[in-house]
């Protein structure tokens, strides 16, 4: 097995004792174990997906606009500098970054929440449980075992958040939220790369589709103090080219504090392995108090100005219908689903009853992009779309 690990803090997540795989697997020859799970999240078809589902907008809304797999490949970006700058596992950080939304439903936020509404007599539907799912049971590739048997370590970053009655469900996996212990940092690592990049990418997309204007974000001293800085630094500077320096320059502030208060935690601390990190009643990975502040300020802004924009609320609404209605349909009448996936309903009916039926249809529904829910939408109630 090739030795990435010499370079790594002790306190990292060091391949050689990774706490293993679902399946036993021989021991990987030119990769570590956590380059063969990066590999296997890239090559899955959920993660090929992501490039037609949203994160704001809706995917025909307009090519320029990001989506889950433009967001994942930024969130493994900004996540591999920061393990880089700490001496933590950068492959690790990198495939738990590019799994982190493999669940995730067509049309974002307001997908997950109607699907879930839909699921509320069935166990609930949660993206990251979701991703969980995917991962462990759903992707259909290799000979030897269902999903894409990943280690422990890039599964416990998968799952960021469970609530207990779910955790109890679950293998060895959900322990942490029974016993309230903390995950391993390139876990806590990629889930805060996940926030600076959302809401730093949100702020970007929402400029570019006229929703928010810079005017109004002079308001948001986050933003406003690199507006500042780079208008003193360039004072003709404008458009797109100006939003570019800010938002870089404010992604940056915020990896440096990231990075800097994290230092001053495990130096504190002095964690000597990752056992040990996840003993603390703390995560490590944090921002300053203040950097905090201002990351909430930013938060609150965007579910204002922009996710409750009525433009928005239109496209959620919309496509909360079409995810509704798709459920409806597949759950009254479980034959038109496609051959495949109805032979996978019938097999989770024969052993949970209704329940399993529902989550076979949730699967199918949540694994959809944007583009196919729509047209699967059209030829079930359109009535010209008779193909």
Do not use: W
């Not at 690990?5 to 997540?13: E, V």
């Not at 300053?288 to 990351?295: P, R």
């Not at 965007?302 to 496209?315: I, S």
């Amino acid at each position: 097995m090739a030795d990435n690990d010499r370079h790594l803090a002790i306190y990292a997540a060091h391949a050689q004792v990774s706490r293993g795989r679902l399946v036993a697997e021989p021991v990987p020859q030119f990769r570590s174990e956590y380059q063969r799970d990066r590999d296997r999240i890239v090559h899955s078809a959920a993660f090929r997906r992501l490039e037609y589902k949203t994160q704001v907008f809706v995917n025909h809304e307009g090519d320029m606009f990001r989506t889950r797999l433009t967001h994942s490949i930024e969130v493994a970006q900004i996540g591999r500098s920061i393990a880089r700058a700490l001496q933590l596992n950068e492959d690790l950080t990198e495939a738990i970054a590019l799994a982190h939304d493999l669940g995730h439903t067509p049309f974002g936020h307001a997908g997950q929440d109607v699907l879930n509404q839909c699921m509320r007599d069935y166990g609930g539907f949660e993206h990251n449980l979701q991703s969980l799912r995917v991962v462990d049971e759903l992707e259909e590739k290799y000979a030897d075992f269902q999903g894409l048997n990943l280690t422990f370590e890039t599964r416990e970053g998968i799952l960021k958040h469970c609530n207990l009655d779910k955790a109890r469900q679950l293998d060895e996996i959900g322990q942490r939220f029974l016993q309230k212990s903390q995950p391993g940092l390139e876990a806590q690592l990629a889930n805060l790369a996940d926030e600076i990049a959302y809401n730093n990418h949100d702020v970007d997309d929402g400029l570019r589709a006229g929703l928010i204007s810079v005017e109004q974000l002079c308001e948001i001293k986050l933003f406003r103090c690199q507006y500042d800085v780079v208008k003193g630094l360039y004072p003709d500077i404008s458009g797109r080219r100006m939003v570019h320096e800010i938002i870089r320059r404010m992604i940056n502030d915020q990896v440096a504090d990231l990075i800097n208060n994290t230092q001053q935690n495990l130096n504190k601390y002095k964690p000597g392995s990752i056992t040990e990190v996840r003993d603390l009643s703390e995560p490590m990975v944090c921002f300053s108090a203040d950097m905090g502040d201002l990351n909430l300020q930013l938060k609150q802004f965007l579910r204002k100005q922009l996710y409750q924009h009525y433009r928005v609320q239109r496209m959620s609404n919309k496509a909360g219908r079409v995810i509704k209605n798709l459920f409806d349909a597949f759950m009254a009448e479980a034959k038109m689903l496609p051959p495949e996936q109805f032979e996978k309903c019938e097999r989770l009916e024969s052993r949970q009853g209704e329940a399993g039926r529902a989550r076979a249809v949730a699967d199918y529904v949540a694994g959809m992009t944007d583009r196919y829910a729509i047209v699967e939408h059209d030829r079930i109630f359109n009535p010209s779309a008779l193909t």
